[in-house]
């Protein structure tokens, strides 16, 4: 039976690991955000993206005002419940960064999504 930290450390070498595999992996990394973000997530966050690479997981939070104290300890709780859903061989690094609201928010080709929240250029004229 393969470990999800045996799946993510083939990770820069997807063609080891099989789609399933990977879909699992990606699963397990997305519940652990989820429940991580319980009562965590304040006005300011525009956005939670997620970047496996190998055994290290990778996330940045993004925030439309430069995050405060408060935020980056926030940020840090996070962190520590998603490692703790991880074996020790696994390491994690979490950020909170600032980006203006008339900046879009973009997550790179090898981020994920984690959470979103709505924002005014997204809702359409109707429902104004």
Not at 38 to 67: H, K, N, Q
Not at 68 to 78: A, P
């Amino acid at each position: 039976m393969q470990t999800a930290i045996g799946i993510l450390r083939r990770w820069c070498c997807p063609q080891r690991a099989g789609t399933a595999e990977l879909m699992s992996v990606r699963a397990g990394i997305l519940l652990s955000f989820q429940r991580a973000l319980w009562d965590m997530v304040t006005p300011s966050l525009r956005a939670v993206v997620v970047r496996p690479e190998g055994p290290v997981i990778r996330a940045r939070f993004v925030y439309d005002l430069v995050p405060t104290e408060y935020e980056r300890e926030i940020v840090s709780e996070v962190e520590t419940y998603v490692i703790s859903d991880f074996d020790a061989s696994f390491d994690v690094h979490f950020e909170a960064e600032y980006l203006p609201m008339e900046i879009v928010r973009v997550a790179a080709p090898d981020e994920w999504w984690v959470y979103r929240r709505l924002e005014p250029d997204m809702l359409s004229e109707e429902t104004e």
